[in-house]
């Protein structure tokens, strides 16, 4: 959403600074069509921000980080994970300070500072087209903060990727390491007796950030006791459990975190007794048709949930882009969705054993909506729950790292037209050479596609989805494994990774000096 303002910005700066100034005069037909032709520029700097995976001692995380390659990058450039915690504050020192300088990175750390944090689980990316990985074990982890410049900033991802092997939320839980940004949205979060979620909030900035958190259920607002200006310190996490901001017991909310001041990163981490537990990203921004992608074929339970943040009710058609085309799920044609208030529906085993994405369109008049599914796989006291929230199309390219030979599944869907994309396996962390093949999706329709896996791969691999047709394509990744009968699964969304910026052309116009 924000990930490139600041790489726009700079950019356009210096930019300014190479070609002089620019023209302030109405512009003509040649400089409309000098404008049209915007070069697309690589971004220069990424963050992302990884929450505190887990406090279960019986956790292991994780983390594989990938950048891939991308035209029109230079030979230099850093990537880096480090702990969020009280110390990284104190990372940035003034002239003042006993402090050492990083020529590689050239970021200046104090020294006691810099001793802690080598304690912490940090992954240091090797090259663009390479995932490199690390991993922890415990309940202890810290959030991490990342940045990337140069050659490993366009496209960087990263995913931290738990197992639990009992109690609550055991399971495998995932989530792609988020932007920072001021504004997020998770339908589907719960305050239910059996349920335990947990609202992660990060901030990276060097000053304190201040956030509100707002509830809404099936009756609208909740009343919350501490919601509102939520302090969160320069460089550290705060996860705030859903149950203490109100009394209310509800099978389904929708959060909505505002930052005031500052920002965050934010994601759910919703933990259920009996049926395992999962990360929740935040939906897309709201918008009158919402696609969420990718659910498993196996499902046994899909329960839809959406909200309405406007003033106007919404009036939505459901459908199944299922293998075949788009159909209407029996019973569900059309959800209702009040204005400011949450509304959920259970579609059963609407994928029928096949691969299937859900389709909201306006029946009517287009009023925004913000959407996502809760999942179930197994049957009685192994089933395991995951997420997908309504997201963004793939637009130019999107990644998603941490796969392997087996159990990674690639959904991919196209509901306005036919559409054929690329999907590149890069090589692997431990060695392997990357593989490339296309895929055509027919109109309407959700492919499971079946993946390619690196020549002579070692380790994990990352996948890189880019469409080659104008068409939109919507698309997700699962993972799955398996422990003592639970079949455990998480679901990742790959909207467009803002890998580039378009960045306009600017003239010398000397007479402007002469004003």
């Known amino acids: 959403m924000n990930r490139t303002t600041l790489s726009l910005i700079a950019g356009t700066a210096a930019l300014a600074a190479v070609t002089g100034f620019a023209t302030l005069n109405q512009p003509d037909a040649a400089t409309a069509d000098t404008a049209q032709a915007a070069a697309e520029l690589p971004v220069e700097r990424t963050s992302l921000l990884c929450p505190s995976p887990s406090t279960s001692d019986l956790a292991d995380t994780s983390y594989t980080s990938f950048t891939p390659v991308t035209k029109g990058t230079d030979g230099d450039g850093t990537a880096e994970l480090a702990a969020a915690t009280a110390e990284s504050a104190a990372a940035t020192t003034d002239k003042t300070t006993d402090k050492t300088t990083d020529k590689t990175t050239d970021k200046t750390t104090d020294k006691t500072s810099s001793k802690k944090k080598a304690t912490k689980p940090v992954v240091t990316p090797k090259a663009p087209g390479t995932p490199a990985v690390g991993d922890t074990s415990g309940g202890e982890t810290p959030a991490l903060l990342g940045t990337a410049e140069g050659k490993f900033a366009p496209g960087w991802t990263v995913q931290e990727t738990t197992e639990v092997t009992a109690g609550s939320g055991r399971g495998l839980q995932g989530v792609t390491c988020t932007a920072p940004d001021t504004e997020f949205w998770f339908p589907g979060v719960s305050t239910a007796a059996d349920r335990t979620d947990y609202v992660h909030l990060t901030n990276p900035d060097d000053s304190a950030a201040v956030a509100d958190i707002e509830l809404y259920g099936k009756d609208g607002a909740l009343s919350t006791t501490v919601g509102e200006g939520i302090t969160i310190p320069a460089h550290s996490s705060e996860p705030i459990l859903l149950s203490t901001l109100t009394g209310e017991k509800q099978e389904d909310l929708t959060v909505h975190v505002n930052v005031r001041s500052g920002r965050v990163g934010a994601?759910?981490?919703?933990?259920?007794?009996?049926?395992?537990?999962?990360?929740?990203?935040?939906?897309?921004?709201?918008?009158?048709?919402?696609?969420?992608?990718?659910?498993?074929?196996?499902?046994?339970?899909?329960?839809?949930?959406?909200?309405?943040?406007?003033?106007?009710?919404?009036?939505?058609?459901?459908?199944?882009?299922?293998?075949?085309?788009?159909?209407?799920?029996?019973g569900h044609e059309t959800l209702h969705v009040k204005a400011g208030m949450t509304t959920s529906v259970d579609l059963g085993d609407v994928t029928r054993g096949e691969a299937g994405s859900l389709v909201l369109t306006p029946t009517g008049q287009s009023v925004p909506v913000v959407a996502a599914v809760r999942v179930l796989r197994g049957k009685g006291a192994q089933q395991e729950s995951a997420f997908i929230t309504a997201t963004a199309p793939v637009g130019t390219r999107a990644s998603a790292a941490d796969n392997s030979a087996k159990g990674s599944t690639l959904s991919l869907t196209a509901p306005k037209g036919t559409a054929k994309v690329k999907v590149t396996a890069s090589a692997g962390s431990g060695g392997g050479t990357a593989v490339s093949k296309t895929y055509t999706v027919k109109a309407g329709t959700t492919q499971d596609v079946e993946l390619p896996v690196p020549t002579g791969l070692k380790g994990t691999y990352a996948l890189t989805v880019e469409p080659l047709t104008d068409t939109p394509v919507y698309a997700s990744r699962t993972l799955t494994a398996t422990q003592e009968g639970v079949p455990g699964f998480t679901i990742q969304t790959l909207p467009d990774d803002r890998g580039t910026v378009a960045v306009p052309e600017a003239d010398e116009d000397v007479a402007v000096l002469q004003k």
């Open 267 to 330: 994601a759910v981490q919703a933990l259920d007794e009996k049926l395992g537990g999962d990360w929740l990203a935040a939906s897309t921004d709201p918008a009158g048709t919402q696609v969420i992608p990718g659910i498993p074929k196996d499902a046994t339970a899909v329960r839809l949930i959406a909200y309405a943040p406007g003033d106007a009710d919404a009036d939505l058609k459901v459908q199944l882009a299922s293998p075949s085309g788009l159909i209407t799920p029996a």
